[in-house]
Structure formats: structure tokens, C-alpha cells
Nanobody, 121 residues
Framework: QVQLVESGGGSVQAGGSLRLSCAAS????????MGWFRQAPGKPREWVSR???????SYADSVQGRFTISQDNAKNTLYLQMTSLKSEDTAVYYC???????????????WGQGTQVTVSS
């Protein structure tokens, strides 16, 4: 089965930037829709962004204008560039993939293990 591995999380000051990566074990990004989700303590998993095979991008209102999703098929890697980070962005971030789902819900087939992002004030 395809594996997804997130990296790039860490601790940053409010207003700072961070880039998350999601590496796939095989070439899937031309066929799969990819999504980023996050989960803060005590809260349900929240959709952040997604990118379709055709390149169409979508963002949650809470991150619109601050986060950018992209993918590099040659490197089998998905990215989430985060800027102007706020304390409320603190969460575990997960990447997800599916060849038959491309929505804002959690109906994706594959999930990474998550990477922690902590934003301090």
C-alpha cells in the first residue's frame, strides 16, 4: 500500500513561516487528490486544503491567503507552505490522498502519521 510521511513540523513564533512536506512511497499525485488536515487538542480533525490532479486548489477560510498547497510529481512530494502563522494554527497536521475522493471531508483512502506544528505568541 502507498505510504505517506509528513515532515517539516516544529515550533515557530507567531507571524513566522513553516513548510510541511508529505512524501509518497510511489508516484500518485497525477492520479490522486491530495489534502491537508489538522487536529488541535480537544477538537475534531479539520480540513485545511486540497489539490486535485488537474491542479485545482481549495482552502479553508481560516487559512485562505496564508497557506499554499502544491505538489512536485517528480519528487512524489506534497507541500503546505504556511505563512503569517497564528497561535490557533497549532495542531497536528496530516496529509491525505485518494483516487476517488476530492472533497473537504475525511473520506480519503490514505493518511500520513501527522507532524506537530506549534505556534507561540
Amino acid at each position: 500500500q502507498v505510504q505517506l510521511v509528513e515532515s517539516g513540523g516544529g515550533s515557530v513564533q507567531a507571524g513566522g513561516s513553516l513548510r510541511l512536506s508529505c512524501a509518497a512511497s510511489e508516484a500518485i499525485y497525477s492520479r490522486y487528490c491530495m489534502g491537508w488536515f489538522r487536529q488541535a487538542p480537544g477538537k475534531p480533525r479539520e480540513w485545511v486544503s486540497r489539490i486535485a490532479p488537474g491542479g485545482s486548489e481549495s482552502y479553508a477560510d481560516s487559512v485562505q491567503g496564508r497557506f499554499t498547497i502544491s505538489q512536485d510529481n517528480a519528487k512524489n512530494t506534497l507541500y503546505l507552505q504556511m505563512t503569517s502563522l497564528k497561535s490557533e494554527d497549532t495542531a497536528v497536521y496530516y496529509c491525505a490522498a485518494s483516487d476517488n475522493y476530492c472533497g473537504t471531508g475525511t473520506g480519503y483512502k490514505l493518511w500520513g502519521q501527522g507532524t506537530q506544528v506549534t505556534v507561540s505568541s
